[in-house]
């Protein structure tokens, strides 16, 4: 199962949509979610890592997948794909 971490932030309307889609693709299995609140230290120290500019943002497996708007089609199909060998 691919590992997603959520950066979100207090009365962000991306991050509730981002928090719907991924509640789905949890529900189908398909994804482990962790929420990560971006004014933590440890959403802070993600966002500089990372290179998230703003909420919502989006690790998949660790690595930066979007920030903003999150793409449901854009990471069904990144979903789709075969798993990385390294994860």
């Not at 500019?53 to 794909?81: N, T």
């Amino acid at each position: 199962m691919r590992k997603a971490t959520l950066l979100t932030k207090a009365d962000c309307a991306l991050c509730d949509r981002a928090k719907g889609v991924l509640e789905r693709l949890a529900d189908e299995g398909a994804l482990d979610v962790e929420l990560v609140d971006l004014s933590s230290p440890e959403g802070e120290e993600i966002a500089v890592a990372a290179g998230m500019a703003f909420p919502p943002g989006l690790l998949l497996d660790g690595e930066p997948f979007s920030y903003g708007r999150l793409s449901e089609r854009k990471l069904r199909r990144e979903l789709a794909k075969p798993p990385h060998p390294l994860h």
